[in-house]
């Protein structure tokens, strides 16, 4: 029961544009997400997150969407940049407070 | 401020053998989780120890266990190995009753079984 989905695999993209990273979620009760960004041989590093009291977040060039009522979230990295090429994953908090994370989607930033 | 250190970072084992893997927690952080990351799936939770006490288990068998010790590091201990253990495990530690979820993973240990 995957109760977070990252349903692309991969997303290319060019230098200076926009990337778009989508999440879905299925359980109604998560009131917290996270997005990690991963390099091979690396642990994910925390990159941004979102309550669900809001419908968004910005950090400089990442800004996180949330969509409850539709159990949607995005991330969007403005403009995206040869070094953001890494796998990105989506997670949630549950409610005993651990991470459930959807499956990853690996952006490639060409220059 | 120390980040999380997991060892050994790549381990080959053999099917049916036993095998101890380590984290030590990042400097102030009292909880630490451990995760199993397939090949091309997310991580997915184990367990989690709190106070040298687990607090929350995933889908897991009692074959993977854990403990925590004073310092807050941590044991990952998995017996009779299965090829399907092959993974990355991956030691992430943060500060439990704070209100943060500030998760700070370690690098993580490659494990094979053959």
């Known amino acids: 029961d995957q109760q977070v989905k990252q349903n692309s695999p991969s997303l290319s993209v060019q230098e200076g544009r926009i990337s778009i990273l989508n999440c879905d979620y299925t359980?109604?009760?998560?009131?917290?997400f996270l997005w990690y960004k991963k390099y091979p041989a690396e642990g994910p590093t925390f990159l941004i997150s979102?309550?669900?009291?809001?419908d968004k977040n910005e950090d400089g060039r990442f800004t996180v969407f949330l969509n409850k009522s539709a159990k949607h979230l995005s991330l969007h990295i403005v403009p995206s940049q040869p070094g953001d090429s890494a796998v990105y994953f989506c997670a949630a908090i549950d409610q005993g407070g651990k991470l459930i994370f959807g499956q990853g989607t690996e952006l490639s930033v060409k220059p | 401020e120390t980040g999380v250190t997991q060892s050994p970072t790549h381990l080959i084992k053999t099917r049916g053998q036993q095998v101890t893997l380590r984290c030590s927690s990042q400097s102030g952080h009292n909880t630490v989780s451990w995760y199993q990351q397939a090949l091309g799936q997310g991580p997915q939770f184990i367990f989690q120890?709190?106070?040298?006490?687990?607090?929350g288990r995933g889908n897991f068998p009692p074959r993977f266990s854990g403990l925590q010790f004073p310092n807050y590091s941590s044991e990952l201990n998995v017996n009779a190995l299965e090829l399907d253990d092959s993974a990355l495990y991956l030691c992430?530690?943060?500060?439990?009753?704070?209100?943060?979820?500030?998760?700070?993973f370690g690098s993580g240990t490659r494990l094979t079984v053959v």
């Open positions: 120890y709190y106070r040298e006490e687990e607090n």
């Open positions: 979102i309550s669900s009291i809001k």
């Open positions: 992430a530690s943060s500060s439990r009753g704070v209100g943060n979820y500030g998760y700070t």
């Open positions: 359980n109604s009760m998560f009131d917290y």
